[in-house]
Protein backbone atom coordinates (compact mmCIF):
# COMPACT_ATOMS: atom_id res chain seq x y z
CA UNK A 1 0.00 0.00 0.00
CA UNK A 2 3.41 2.35 1.17
CA UNK A 3 4.12 1.36 -2.51
CA UNK A 4 1.36 2.52 -4.26
CA UNK A 5 0.79 5.62 -2.85
CA UNK A 6 4.32 6.56 -3.47
CA UNK A 7 4.51 5.41 -6.92
CA UNK A 8 0.89 7.65 -6.95
CA UNK A 9 2.49 10.72 -5.43
CA UNK A 10 5.39 10.51 -7.58
CA UNK A 11 3.25 11.04 -10.88
CA UNK A 12 1.15 13.23 -9.08
CA UNK A 13 3.54 15.71 -8.51
CA UNK A 14 4.17 15.94 -12.37
CA UNK A 15 0.68 16.61 -13.51
CA UNK A 16 -1.89 19.31 -13.23
CA UNK A 17 -4.78 19.52 -10.89
CA UNK A 18 -7.08 18.43 -13.03
CA UNK A 19 -5.48 15.59 -13.82
CA UNK A 20 -4.28 14.54 -10.38
CA UNK A 21 -8.08 14.70 -9.21
CA UNK A 22 -8.53 12.38 -12.13
CA UNK A 23 -5.88 9.73 -11.42
CA UNK A 24 -6.80 9.85 -7.62
CA UNK A 25 -10.18 9.21 -9.17
CA UNK A 26 -8.85 6.12 -11.01
CA UNK A 27 -7.00 4.76 -8.14
CA UNK A 28 -9.55 4.92 -5.45
CA UNK A 29 -11.49 3.24 -7.88
CA UNK A 30 -9.20 0.44 -8.43
CA UNK A 31 -8.81 -0.38 -5.37
CA UNK A 32 -12.56 -1.42 -5.39
CA UNK A 33 -12.02 -4.00 -7.60
CA UNK A 34 -8.76 -5.22 -6.08
CA UNK A 35 -10.70 -6.25 -3.16
CA UNK A 36 -13.09 -8.91 -5.43
CA UNK A 37 -11.62 -12.12 -5.01
CA UNK A 38 -9.98 -13.89 -7.54
CA UNK A 39 -10.86 -16.33 -10.72
CA UNK A 40 -12.38 -19.77 -9.86
CA UNK A 41 -11.01 -20.88 -12.50
CA UNK A 42 -8.48 -23.96 -12.46
CA UNK A 43 -5.64 -22.91 -14.72
CA UNK A 44 -4.25 -25.42 -17.21
CA UNK A 45 -0.95 -27.05 -16.15
CA UNK A 46 1.01 -25.02 -19.12
CA UNK A 47 -0.72 -21.86 -17.99
CA UNK A 48 0.10 -22.69 -14.20
CA UNK A 49 3.80 -23.27 -15.26
CA UNK A 50 4.66 -20.07 -17.58
CA UNK A 51 2.82 -18.01 -14.93
CA UNK A 52 4.65 -19.39 -12.30
CA UNK A 53 8.23 -18.20 -14.28
CA UNK A 54 6.40 -15.16 -14.79
CA UNK A 55 5.92 -14.47 -11.02
CA UNK A 56 2.59 -15.02 -9.86
CA UNK A 57 -0.13 -12.71 -11.49
CA UNK A 58 -3.95 -12.99 -11.20
CA UNK A 59 -6.30 -11.70 -14.36
CA UNK A 60 -7.27 -8.42 -11.61
CA UNK A 61 -3.57 -7.55 -11.67
CA UNK A 62 -2.91 -8.20 -15.23
CA UNK A 63 -5.73 -5.68 -16.01
CA UNK A 64 -4.53 -3.11 -13.04
CA UNK A 65 -4.36 0.16 -15.05
CA UNK A 66 -5.13 2.89 -13.48
CA UNK A 67 -2.62 5.79 -13.52
CA UNK A 68 -2.73 8.14 -16.51
CA UNK A 69 0.29 8.53 -18.58
CA UNK A 70 -1.04 11.12 -20.64
CA UNK A 71 -3.64 13.21 -22.28
CA UNK A 72 -4.24 14.48 -25.71
CA UNK A 73 -7.02 17.52 -26.19
CA UNK A 74 -5.98 18.36 -29.97
CA UNK A 75 -9.29 17.25 -30.93
CA UNK A 76 -11.79 18.66 -28.06
CA UNK A 77 -15.02 19.36 -28.81
CA UNK A 78 -15.24 17.02 -31.70
CA UNK A 79 -15.93 13.45 -31.00
CA UNK A 80 -12.90 10.93 -31.48
CA UNK A 81 -14.93 7.69 -32.56
CA UNK A 82 -11.38 5.77 -33.09
CA UNK A 83 -8.16 5.27 -32.15
CA UNK A 84 -5.52 2.24 -32.92
CA UNK A 85 -1.70 1.66 -31.67
CA UNK A 86 0.51 0.89 -34.85
CA UNK A 87 0.83 -2.78 -35.17
CA UNK A 88 3.87 -4.26 -33.59
CA UNK A 89 4.52 -0.68 -31.79
CA UNK A 90 4.74 0.71 -28.20
CA UNK A 91 4.89 4.25 -28.55
CA UNK A 92 3.15 5.29 -32.11
CA UNK A 93 -1.18 5.55 -32.27
CA UNK A 94 -3.18 7.30 -34.38
CA UNK A 95 -6.90 8.69 -34.05
CA UNK A 96 -9.49 10.02 -36.08
CA UNK A 97 -12.11 12.88 -35.48
CA UNK A 98 -15.16 14.55 -36.63
CA UNK A 99 -13.19 17.80 -36.93
CA UNK A 100 -12.14 16.19 -40.27
CA UNK A 101 -8.75 15.19 -39.39
CA UNK A 102 -6.76 12.65 -38.10
CA UNK A 103 -3.51 12.91 -36.10
CA UNK A 104 -0.58 10.31 -35.44
CA UNK A 105 1.05 11.05 -31.89
CA UNK A 106 3.77 9.25 -30.50
CA UNK A 107 4.29 8.51 -26.54
CA UNK A 108 8.07 8.10 -26.75
CA UNK A 109 10.70 10.41 -27.22
CA UNK A 110 9.08 11.60 -23.90
CA UNK A 111 7.27 14.27 -23.53
CA UNK A 112 4.43 12.66 -25.62
CA UNK A 113 3.62 14.91 -29.03
CA UNK A 114 1.41 14.65 -31.97
CA UNK A 115 3.63 13.84 -34.48
CA UNK A 116 1.71 14.29 -37.65
CA UNK A 117 -1.83 15.78 -38.70
CA UNK A 118 -3.21 14.41 -41.66
CA UNK A 119 -5.58 17.16 -43.06
CA UNK A 120 -7.41 16.92 -46.79
CA UNK A 121 -10.96 15.32 -45.57
CA UNK A 122 -14.12 17.65 -46.16
CA UNK A 123 -15.99 16.12 -43.74
CA UNK A 124 -16.07 14.33 -40.41
CA UNK A 125 -13.29 10.99 -40.46
CA UNK A 126 -15.77 8.16 -39.22
CA UNK A 127 -13.02 5.44 -39.57
CA UNK A 128 -8.99 4.32 -40.38
CA UNK A 129 -6.89 1.47 -40.13
CA UNK A 130 -3.14 0.95 -40.25
CA UNK A 131 -1.45 -0.76 -42.58
CA UNK A 132 0.51 -4.01 -41.67
CA UNK A 133 3.69 -2.21 -41.81
CA UNK A 134 2.15 1.00 -40.78
CA UNK A 135 3.40 2.84 -43.81
CA UNK A 136 0.30 3.73 -44.39
CA UNK A 137 -3.34 4.52 -43.29
CA UNK A 138 -6.56 4.57 -44.71
CA UNK A 139 -9.43 6.80 -43.73
CA UNK A 140 -13.26 6.92 -44.29
CA UNK A 141 -15.47 10.59 -44.22
CA UNK A 142 -18.70 11.64 -44.22
CA UNK A 143 -17.24 13.44 -47.43
CA UNK A 144 -17.78 10.08 -49.34
CA UNK A 145 -14.07 9.78 -49.74
CA UNK A 146 -11.53 6.92 -48.65
CA UNK A 147 -7.72 8.65 -48.64
CA UNK A 148 -4.89 6.79 -48.13
CA UNK A 149 -1.88 8.54 -46.09
CA UNK A 150 1.53 7.90 -45.87
CA UNK A 151 2.19 8.20 -41.79
CA UNK A 152 5.71 8.91 -42.35
CA UNK A 153 5.37 12.84 -43.94
CA UNK A 154 1.55 12.89 -43.36
CA UNK A 155 0.80 13.01 -47.23
CA UNK A 156 -1.83 12.05 -48.84
CA UNK A 157 -0.93 9.33 -51.86
CA UNK A 158 -4.72 9.00 -52.97
CA UNK A 159 -8.33 9.89 -52.52
CA UNK A 160 -10.74 7.51 -54.14
CA UNK A 161 -14.44 8.85 -54.62
CA UNK A 162 -17.60 6.60 -53.67
CA UNK A 163 -19.13 6.56 -56.95
CA UNK A 164 -22.74 6.45 -55.17
CA UNK A 165 -21.27 9.79 -53.53
CA UNK A 166 -22.60 8.58 -50.43
CA UNK A 167 -21.05 8.88 -47.09
CA UNK A 168 -18.24 6.39 -45.98
CA UNK A 169 -18.70 4.88 -42.39
CA UNK A 170 -16.22 2.24 -41.96
CA UNK A 171 -13.08 0.70 -43.40
CA UNK A 172 -10.68 -2.60 -42.82
CA UNK A 173 -7.19 -3.99 -44.57
CA UNK A 174 -7.89 -7.50 -45.94
CA UNK A 175 -5.01 -8.94 -42.80
CA UNK A 176 -3.71 -11.22 -45.92
CA UNK A 177 -3.37 -8.65 -48.37
CA UNK A 178 -3.01 -5.01 -47.68
CA UNK A 179 -3.57 -4.08 -51.11
CA UNK A 180 -6.92 -4.85 -50.57
CA UNK A 181 -9.27 -2.69 -48.22
CA UNK A 182 -13.15 -3.32 -47.43
CA UNK A 183 -15.40 -0.02 -47.52
CA UNK A 184 -18.71 0.20 -46.08
CA UNK A 185 -21.11 3.43 -46.76
CA UNK A 186 -23.97 4.77 -46.07
CA UNK A 187 -26.32 3.36 -48.93
CA UNK A 188 -26.09 -0.24 -47.24
CA UNK A 189 -23.16 -1.17 -49.68
CA UNK A 190 -20.18 -3.22 -48.79
CA UNK A 191 -17.45 -2.38 -51.43
CA UNK A 192 -13.55 -4.35 -51.78
CA UNK A 193 -11.17 -1.55 -53.45
CA UNK A 194 -7.89 -1.98 -54.45
CA UNK A 195 -5.76 0.47 -53.19
CA UNK A 196 -2.97 0.30 -55.48
CA UNK A 197 -5.14 1.04 -58.30
CA UNK A 198 -8.51 3.00 -56.37
CA UNK A 199 -10.59 0.59 -58.10
CA UNK A 200 -13.50 -1.55 -56.59
CA UNK A 201 -12.85 -5.33 -56.97
CA UNK A 202 -14.90 -7.12 -59.49
CA UNK A 203 -17.42 -9.34 -57.38
CA UNK A 204 -15.97 -7.50 -54.13
CA UNK A 205 -19.49 -5.27 -53.64
CA UNK A 206 -22.48 -6.65 -51.06
CA UNK A 207 -25.62 -4.70 -49.73
CA UNK A 208 -26.85 -4.99 -46.35
CA UNK A 209 -30.11 -4.41 -44.65
CA UNK A 210 -28.93 -0.81 -43.40
CA UNK A 211 -25.79 1.76 -43.20
CA UNK A 212 -22.54 -0.25 -42.81
CA UNK A 213 -21.48 0.68 -39.19
CA UNK A 214 -18.69 -2.08 -38.32
CA UNK A 215 -16.05 -4.43 -40.11
CA UNK A 216 -13.68 -7.39 -39.03
CA UNK A 217 -11.84 -9.94 -40.70
CA UNK A 218 -10.67 -13.24 -38.80
CA UNK A 219 -6.91 -13.51 -38.53
CA UNK A 220 -6.42 -15.53 -41.72
CA UNK A 221 -8.90 -13.02 -43.86
CA UNK A 222 -11.49 -15.72 -45.02
CA UNK A 223 -14.49 -15.00 -43.31
CA UNK A 224 -15.20 -11.14 -43.18
CA UNK A 225 -18.01 -9.41 -40.25
CA UNK A 226 -20.13 -6.33 -41.62
CA UNK A 227 -22.96 -4.86 -39.01
CA UNK A 228 -25.35 -2.38 -39.98
CA UNK A 229 -27.51 0.32 -38.00
CA UNK A 230 -30.60 -2.11 -38.63
CA UNK A 231 -29.55 -4.63 -35.98
CA UNK A 232 -27.78 -7.35 -38.44
CA UNK A 233 -24.37 -8.89 -38.67
CA UNK A 234 -23.57 -10.84 -41.29
CA UNK A 235 -20.77 -13.01 -42.24
CA UNK A 236 -18.99 -13.24 -45.93
CA UNK A 237 -16.50 -15.66 -47.29
CA UNK A 238 -13.58 -14.01 -48.79
CA UNK A 239 -11.57 -15.45 -52.13
CA UNK A 240 -8.02 -14.41 -51.38
CA UNK A 241 -7.26 -15.30 -54.98
CA UNK A 242 -9.62 -12.33 -57.21
CA UNK A 243 -10.96 -10.06 -53.92
CA UNK A 244 -14.58 -11.69 -54.52
CA UNK A 245 -17.49 -11.78 -51.74
CA UNK A 246 -19.92 -13.83 -51.00
CA UNK A 247 -22.57 -13.65 -48.69
CA UNK A 248 -23.23 -16.76 -45.98
CA UNK A 249 -24.91 -15.97 -42.81
CA UNK A 250 -26.73 -13.50 -41.33
CA UNK A 251 -27.75 -12.90 -37.81
CA UNK A 252 -30.56 -10.22 -36.40
CA UNK A 253 -29.09 -9.39 -33.13
CA UNK A 254 -32.16 -6.88 -31.88
CA UNK A 255 -33.71 -5.17 -34.59
CA UNK A 256 -33.25 -1.74 -35.23
CA UNK A 257 -30.35 -1.33 -33.13
CA UNK A 258 -26.88 -0.10 -34.73
CA UNK A 259 -24.12 -2.84 -34.86
CA UNK A 260 -21.37 -0.08 -33.85
CA UNK A 261 -18.55 -2.65 -33.31
CA UNK A 262 -17.27 -6.47 -34.47
CA UNK A 263 -14.11 -7.56 -33.29
CA UNK A 264 -12.99 -11.38 -34.29
CA UNK A 265 -10.96 -13.23 -32.29
CA UNK A 266 -9.92 -16.95 -33.67
CA UNK A 267 -9.06 -17.92 -29.90
CA UNK A 268 -9.57 -16.11 -26.36
CA UNK A 269 -7.31 -18.25 -24.22
CA UNK A 270 -6.05 -21.19 -23.16
CA UNK A 271 -9.49 -22.19 -21.65
CA UNK A 272 -11.46 -21.02 -24.80
CA UNK A 273 -10.02 -22.51 -28.01
CA UNK A 274 -13.14 -20.96 -29.82
CA UNK A 275 -13.35 -18.37 -32.55
CA UNK A 276 -14.99 -15.83 -30.88
CA UNK A 277 -16.97 -12.23 -31.94
CA UNK A 278 -17.20 -9.70 -29.51
CA UNK A 279 -19.96 -7.16 -30.12
CA UNK A 280 -21.64 -3.39 -29.35
CA UNK A 281 -24.98 -3.17 -30.50
CA UNK A 282 -26.99 -0.43 -28.94
CA UNK A 283 -28.64 -2.94 -26.65
CA UNK A 284 -26.77 -1.79 -22.84
CA UNK A 285 -24.81 -4.97 -23.12
CA UNK A 286 -21.77 -5.79 -24.45
CA UNK A 287 -22.25 -9.36 -26.43
CA UNK A 288 -19.62 -12.43 -26.97
CA UNK A 289 -20.61 -14.74 -29.12
CA UNK A 290 -18.98 -18.10 -30.27
CA UNK A 291 -18.57 -18.94 -34.32
CA UNK A 292 -19.90 -22.46 -34.67
CA UNK A 293 -18.71 -23.15 -37.94
CA UNK A 294 -16.90 -22.25 -41.40
CA UNK A 295 -19.49 -20.21 -42.44
CA UNK A 296 -19.46 -17.77 -39.86
CA UNK A 297 -23.06 -19.04 -37.70
CA UNK A 298 -23.28 -17.08 -34.54
CA UNK A 299 -24.35 -18.56 -30.90
CA UNK A 300 -24.61 -16.45 -28.09
CA UNK A 301 -21.90 -17.44 -25.13
CA UNK A 302 -21.88 -14.31 -22.83
CA UNK A 303 -23.35 -10.83 -22.34
CA UNK A 304 -21.95 -7.95 -19.95
CA UNK A 305 -23.97 -4.89 -18.92
CA UNK A 306 -22.44 -1.20 -20.08
CA UNK A 307 -24.33 1.63 -20.66
CA UNK A 308 -24.83 1.86 -24.22
CA UNK A 309 -28.17 2.99 -26.56
CA UNK A 310 -27.00 5.03 -28.99
CA UNK A 311 -23.22 5.91 -28.93
CA UNK A 312 -20.95 4.42 -31.67
CA UNK A 313 -19.32 2.78 -28.81
CA UNK A 314 -16.23 -0.08 -29.84
CA UNK A 315 -14.65 -2.77 -28.15
CA UNK A 316 -11.49 -4.98 -28.08
CA UNK A 317 -10.25 -8.33 -27.05
CA UNK A 318 -7.32 -8.07 -24.86
CA UNK A 319 -3.59 -8.92 -26.81
CA UNK A 320 -2.90 -12.62 -25.83
CA UNK A 321 -0.06 -12.99 -23.36
CA UNK A 322 1.35 -16.59 -22.79
CA UNK A 323 1.06 -16.49 -19.02
CA UNK A 324 -2.75 -15.04 -18.17
CA UNK A 325 -4.92 -17.13 -16.84
CA UNK A 326 -8.60 -16.21 -18.05
CA UNK A 327 -9.50 -13.67 -20.91
CA UNK A 328 -10.68 -10.15 -20.66
CA UNK A 329 -12.23 -7.51 -23.42
CA UNK A 330 -12.51 -4.25 -22.73
CA UNK A 331 -15.28 -1.55 -23.71
CA UNK A 332 -15.86 1.67 -23.72
CA UNK A 333 -19.40 3.27 -22.59
CA UNK A 334 -21.77 5.82 -22.52
CA UNK A 335 -21.05 6.52 -18.56
CA UNK A 336 -17.54 7.97 -19.46
CA UNK A 337 -16.26 4.82 -17.93
CA UNK A 338 -13.96 2.35 -19.79
CA UNK A 339 -15.02 -1.60 -18.48
CA UNK A 340 -12.54 -4.73 -18.42
CA UNK A 341 -14.63 -8.23 -18.39
CA UNK A 342 -13.02 -11.60 -17.45
CA UNK A 343 -15.20 -13.66 -20.62
CA UNK A 344 -14.40 -16.93 -18.49
CA UNK A 345 -15.56 -15.44 -14.68
CA UNK A 346 -19.32 -16.64 -13.83
CA UNK A 347 -19.87 -14.05 -11.48
CA UNK A 348 -18.19 -10.37 -10.67
CA UNK A 349 -16.97 -10.12 -14.34
CA UNK A 350 -15.84 -7.06 -14.23
CA UNK A 351 -12.36 -7.01 -13.44
CA UNK A 352 -11.94 -3.23 -13.18
CA UNK A 353 -13.33 0.19 -14.41
CA UNK A 354 -11.04 3.65 -15.40
CA UNK A 355 -12.82 7.09 -14.71
CA UNK A 356 -11.51 10.25 -16.26
CA UNK A 357 -13.29 10.91 -19.32
CA UNK A 358 -16.19 13.39 -19.25
CA UNK A 359 -18.40 11.86 -22.19
CA UNK A 360 -19.09 8.74 -23.82
CA UNK A 361 -16.11 6.64 -24.35
CA UNK A 362 -15.89 5.72 -27.81
CA UNK A 363 -12.87 3.23 -28.68
CA UNK A 364 -10.12 1.63 -26.83
CA UNK A 365 -6.83 0.18 -28.23
CA UNK A 366 -3.89 -1.31 -26.23
CA UNK A 367 -0.50 -1.17 -27.20
CA UNK A 368 1.75 -4.40 -28.49
CA UNK A 369 2.91 -5.43 -24.82
CA UNK A 370 -0.29 -3.68 -23.22
CA UNK A 371 1.92 -1.58 -21.09
CA UNK A 372 0.03 1.15 -22.29
CA UNK A 373 -4.16 1.66 -23.04
CA UNK A 374 -5.81 4.31 -24.95
CA UNK A 375 -9.00 5.27 -24.35
CA UNK A 376 -11.14 8.09 -26.70
CA UNK A 377 -14.52 10.34 -26.44
CA UNK A 378 -17.17 11.74 -27.60
CA UNK A 379 -15.86 14.95 -26.12
CA UNK A 380 -12.38 14.66 -28.38
CA UNK A 381 -10.30 13.57 -25.04
CA UNK A 382 -7.79 10.51 -26.02
CA UNK A 383 -6.51 9.25 -22.06
CA UNK A 384 -3.19 7.21 -22.60
CA UNK A 385 -3.79 4.70 -19.44
CA UNK A 386 -0.43 2.84 -17.83
CA UNK A 387 -0.58 -0.17 -16.80
CA UNK A 388 0.52 -0.75 -13.29
CA UNK A 389 3.29 -2.16 -11.80
CA UNK A 390 3.78 -4.26 -9.15
C1 LIG B 1 0.57 -4.83 -53.41
O1 LIG B 1 0.76 -5.41 -54.66
C2 LIG B 1 2.04 -5.27 -55.20
C3 LIG B 1 2.02 -5.79 -56.61
O2 LIG B 1 1.06 -6.77 -56.80
C4 LIG B 1 3.00 -6.03 -54.28
O3 LIG B 1 4.32 -5.92 -54.75
C5 LIG B 1 2.91 -5.43 -52.89
O4 LIG B 1 3.72 -6.15 -52.00
C6 LIG B 1 1.50 -5.44 -52.38
N1 LIG B 1 1.42 -4.70 -51.15
C7 LIG B 1 0.88 -5.18 -50.05
C8 LIG B 1 0.91 -4.27 -48.88
O5 LIG B 1 0.36 -6.28 -49.97
C1 LIG C 1 -4.64 -4.62 -57.31
O1 LIG C 1 -4.01 -3.81 -58.27
C2 LIG C 1 -2.67 -4.19 -58.58
C3 LIG C 1 -2.08 -3.14 -59.52
O2 LIG C 1 -2.81 -3.06 -60.71
C4 LIG C 1 -2.67 -5.58 -59.17
O3 LIG C 1 -1.34 -5.97 -59.42
C5 LIG C 1 -3.30 -6.53 -58.18
O4 LIG C 1 -3.41 -7.82 -58.75
C6 LIG C 1 -4.69 -6.06 -57.80
N1 LIG C 1 -5.21 -6.97 -56.77
C7 LIG C 1 -6.41 -7.56 -56.84
C8 LIG C 1 -6.73 -8.56 -55.81
O5 LIG C 1 -7.22 -7.27 -57.69
Known amino acids: CFAVWWSLKLVTLRRTPVLRVLELQAQMNRAVYEERPPGSLVPTSVAEASRAMAGDTTLS ?47 SPSPPTVKVTLKGHAGPVT ?36 PEASELLCCTFQPMN ?55 IFSFLFDMATGK ?22 WISREARDPSLLINACINK ?63 AIVNKLQGHSGPVLDVSFNCDESLLASSDATGMVIIWRREQK
Open 61 to 107: ENYAFAGMHHIFDQHVDSAVPRLQFANDDKHLLACCSLDGTLSIMTL
Open 245 to 266: LTKAKRLVVSEGSSISSISARS
Open 286 to 348: LLLYRVVDNEGTLQLKRSFPIQHSSQPLHSIFCPLMSFRQGACVVTGSEDACVYFFDVERNTK
Open 178 to 232: NNLTVVGNSKHLLQVVNISTGKKVKGGSSKLTGRVLSLSFDAPGRILWAGDDRGS
Open 127 to 162: DFAWSLSNDIIVSTSQDGTLRIWNTEDGRCIREVVD
